[in-house]
T-cell receptor
Framework: EDQVTQSPEALRLQEGESSSLNCSYTVSGLRGLFWYRQDPGKGPEFLFTLYSAGEEKEKERLKATLTKKESFLHITAPKPEDSATYLCAVQASPSGTYKYIFGTGTRLKVLA | ETGVTQTPRHLVMGMTNKKSLKCEQHLGHNAMYWYKQSAKKPLELMFVYNFKEQTENNSVPSRFSPECPNSSHLFLHLHTLQPEDSALYLC????????????????FGSGTRLTVV
């Protein structure tokens, strides 16, 4: 069964304390892995798309990487404004159809 | 603002009411989506419209009825809902070229927080 699992469920960091969020997936025909940020009371905001193993993308303090089984979102020297829920999603294409599967997210809290 | 506008932001309705959620985008996107977001659950895809045509109904109960009059507007009509339908309803859009779902991320609206009493 196609599945996307994010860990940890919640994470508390001190300002400046770097860490990584994990998104592991089991899907057929991966067509892309997506990271989103969601602030309370808002819809998810698109961050990155990764297409193939070994690919990396960066945006400010965030860096996303992809392997054949998982993706990591590295947060370097986080600030309180990085506090949000980070969602991972995969787009898969089994048998010619398209599926878009979200994980349940990691709630990140960065303390000043 | 993301470019996808949803109204209302909050809605409280009784189980016998009829209401509609509205979504509007002027990003030139041709695909529009309704998602349901409940606490501690992954986003659940409800409906997909490509070029105004419904291409996916993800086994959604008939008390939810979508409408897409043009590629910029999407509605979700609600009637005789249940308390378990209380959730954040998100509209999203993204560009689509032909039948190939190019790998652009979704642009989401801020959602409608629905409470069924």
């Amino acid at each position: 069964e196609d599945q996307v699992t994010q860990s940890p469920e919640a994470l508390r960091l001190q300002e400046g304390e770097s860490s990584s969020l994990n998104c592991s997936y089991t899907v057929s025909g991966l067509r892309g892995l997506f990271w989103y940020r969601q602030d309370p009371g808002k819809g998810p905001e698109f961050l990155f798309t990764l297409y193939s193993a070994g690919e990396e993308k960066e945006k400010e303090r965030l860096k996303a990487t992809l392997t054949k089984k998982e993706s990591f979102l590295h947060i370097t020297a986080p600030k309180p404004e990085d506090s949000a829920t980070y969602l991972c999603a995969v787009q898969a294409s089994p048998s010619g159809t398209y599926k878009y599967i979200f994980g349940t997210g990691t709630r990140l809290k960065v303390l000043a | 603002e993301t470019g996808v506008t949803q109204t209302p932001r909050h809605l409280v309705m009784g189980m016998t009411n009829k209401k509609s959620l509205k979504c509007e985008q002027h990003l030139g996107h041709n695909a529009m989506y309704w998602y349901k977001q409940s606490a501690k659950k992954p986003l659940e895809l409800m409906f997909v419209y490509n070029f105004k045509e419904q291409t996916e109904n993800n086994s959604v109960p008939s008390r939810f009825s979508p409408e897409c009059p043009n590629s910029s507007h999407l509605f979700l009509h609600l009637h005789t809902l249940q308390p378990e339908d209380s959730a954040l309803y998100l509209c999203a859009s993204r560009p689509v070229r032909g039948t190939d779902l190019t790998n652009y991320g979704y642009t989401f609206g801020s959602g409608t927080r629905l409470t069924v009493v």
